[in-house]
């Protein structure tokens, strides 16, 4: 947003969230929902950016939120397809969130195939109808890759999101 010469404001974040519960840990797929946090964008101090984050998310998981939601989309799904697609599009509006920030763990080892070491991974957070932009996390050896997904119209100069991620990594550091 400075960049842009834009005066930094608060982000409201789709996060997924994992809603598997322990007794469910070897079942195949996913158990996906989501929360909508704030991102305080506006926040010069960027410890106390982190830490309003995590403040929000420990408060969203802790309230049951992500279990809500998906209690929510399993009733949907009993709903008439009508009813279903209003539902999907009001959640997925540009209106309910600006962008979708997703963590993707991976195993704290090397991962190697035929005998190369990955050095690299890059997540793909697929983008939202009317979106411009999604940012993935993944770990894999201890080491923390960002992927950024842009509608190149949109969001023309995503590359230069990608190096301001980079950039705020080394000032919290």
């Known amino acids: 947003m400075q960049q842009r010469g834009e005066i930094p404001t608060a982000l409201k974040a789709m996060v997924p969230v994992s809603v598997r ?15 909508f946090v704030e991102l305080p964008c506006d926040e010069p101090d960027p410890v106390r950016r982190l830490e309003r984050v ?5 408060e969203r998981k802790e309230g049951g939120e992500p279990e809500a939601a998906q209690r929510m989309l399993d009733a949907i799904a009993y709903a008439p397809r009508t009813v279903q697609r209003a539902v999907s599009r009001a959640a997925a509006s540009a209106r309910a969130f600006n962008l979708v920030v997703s963590n ?25 109808d ?23 119209e949109s ?7 990608a190096t301001a991620i980079a950039e705020c990594v080394d000032e919290l550091r």
């Not at 840990?25 to 989501?34: Q, V």
């Not at 070491?117 to 983008?127: D, M, N, S, T, W």
């Not at 969001?155 to 999101?161: C, G, Q, V």
């Open 21 to 35: 519960d322990e007794d469910g840990a070897d079942e195949l797929g996913n158990r996906i929902s989501f929360v």
């Open 54 to 58: 995590k403040l929000a998310m420990d």
């Open 104 to 128: 993707i763990p991976g195993p704290p080892v090397p991962l190697y195939m035929l005998g190369c070491r990955l050095e690299e991974v890059y997540p793909v957070v697929p983008l939202a």
């Open 130 to 152: 009317e979106h411009a932009v999604s940012i993935g996390l993944t770990t894999v050896d201890d080491q923390a890759f960002f992927g950024v997904y842009a509608d190149r």
């Open 155 to 161: 969001l023309p100069d995503a590359d230069e999101l």
